[in-house]
Structure formats: structure tokens, C-alpha cells
């Protein structure tokens, strides 16, 4: 029997670039939400995690794959009605139509900031394979949200709780009761 929108839970991608805190926020939503939670790094091939290390970005070639299994993790759960929540950079429009293949309502949530502040935030974070280096290549790549794509922009100069908040606020109207 297959579920009603009303009664799905939502697919969440938190995105953006590199630093803007996806997975602190999306882990925080996920929490909040009781809704399961992947992070998209965990998806990359060991050779793209090897390319970043090295301070040499993605090539569409590279991310194909990656894109794919994140597509099908968002709509495996949505198919099931379990909803999700998902860090994904998905920086151009095509990568987040890519993501909407399988799960054609996910909402994107994109996390944005200023160049030195997320470049402040790079620059002191420790034991991750993404250089502070990467950091202007994605802003170079990045299209943001379009008026037809499902989803909000928030400024990451806000506290990730607060950030959740203002999340979870907007996902309110879409699905209702969220808990």
C-alpha cells in the first residue's frame, strides 16, 4: 500500500560547501526529527577521498557514482516512508536533479555563508580529508537554489541549534507533525 504525501516522513540534503557545518546541522535535524541519517562522504570512493586529499577537486566523472548511491539511499527511505537526512555538497543543479531521481520531494536545505567565514571555519578544522584549499573551487561551482527546486537557504551565521529550528519551521507546513 503505498503511503500518502501527508503521511511520508521527509528527505532531508543538507547542503553546501565544504565548512558551513552540514553534518553538525543535519545530524542535529535528523536527531530532532527521529528521521535516519547518512553522511555523503561515507559514499565516495576510496579514489575521490584520495583526489580531495590531494587538493585536487571532483570532476563530474568522479561524483557520477557518489551522486547515484545518494540517490538511491533518499529513495529507498522515502519509497518506504521512513524520510532521511542526508549531507550532500550537491553544488550544481544537475547533482540535485541527479538526488531527486529516486526521491523526487526531497527538500534541500541549503547552509550558506560568506567566503571568510567558512574559509575561518576550514582553516580550523582538524581530521578532515577536505582542504581549505577546495574551498574557492566550490563556490566557483556553485548554483544556488532555483524558485522550482523544493527547499530554503539558511545563513550559517546563525548557531546550528538555531539553524535546526528555523529547519525544522519550514519543513512544518510541507509534512505537519514532524515528531
Known amino acids: 500500500m503505498a503511503l500518502s504525501?501527508?503521511?511520508?516522513?521527509?528527505?532531508?540534503?543538507?547542503m553546501g560547501v565544504s565548512g558551513v557545518g552540514k553534518t553538525t546541522v543535519a545530524r542535529l535535524l535528523a536527531e530532532r526529527l527521529a528521521l535516519p541519517?547518512?553522511?555523503?562522504?561515507?559514499?565516495?570512493?576510496?579514489?575521490?577521498?584520495?583526489?580531495?586529499?590531494?587538493?585536487?577537486?571532483?570532476?563530474?566523472?568522479d561524483r557520477a557514482?557518489?551522486?547515484?548511491?545518494?540517490?538511491g539511499w533518499l529513495g529507498d527511505r522515502a519509497?518506504?516512508?521512513?524520510?532521511?537526512?542526508?549531507?550532500?555538497?550537491?553544488?550544481?543543479?544537475r547533482y540535485r536533479d541527479t538526488l531527486r531521481t529516486h526521491c523526487p520531494d526531497a527538500f534541500f536545505l541549503h547552509l550558506s555563508?560568506?567566503?571568510?567565514?567558512?574559509?575561518?571555519r576550514l582553516a580550523h578544522r582538524a581530521g578532515h580529508f577536505m582542504p581549505a584549499s577546495?574551498?574557492?573551487?566550490?563556490?566557483?561551482?556553485?548554483?544556488?537554489?532555483?524558485?522550482?527546486?523544493?527547499?530554503?537557504?539558511?545563513?550559517?551565521?546563525?548557531?546550528?541549534?538555531?539553524?535546526?529550528?528555523?529547519?525544522?519551521?519550514?519543513?512544518r507546513p510541507v509534512n505537519g507533525d514532524l515528531a
Open 134 to 171: 577546495l574551498l574557492d573551487s566550490q563556490y566557483a561551482a556553485l548554483e544556488p537554489l532555483q524558485p522550482d527546486e523544493h527547499g530554503a537557504v539558511l545563513d550559517v551565521a546563525h548557531t546550528p541549534a538555531q539553524l535546526v529550528e528555523m529547519a525544522e519551521a519550514l519543513l
Open 37 to 61: 541519517y547518512a553522511e555523503a562522504d561515507d559514499f565516495h570512493p576510496p579514489a575521490n577521498i584520495a583526489k580531495m586529499a590531494a587538493g585536487t577537486p571532483l570532476d563530474d566523472a
Open 65 to 71: 557514482p557518489w551522486l547515484a548511491a545518494l540517490a
Open 5 to 14: 504525501v501527508e503521511n511520508r516522513r521527509p528527505t532531508i540534503v543538507v
Open 79 to 93: 519509497q518506504a516512508g521512513a524520510g532521511g537526512v542526508v549531507t550532500c555538497s550537491a553544488l550544481k543543479r
Open 113 to 120: 555563508g560568506g567566503h571568510g567565514l567558512v574559509e575561518d
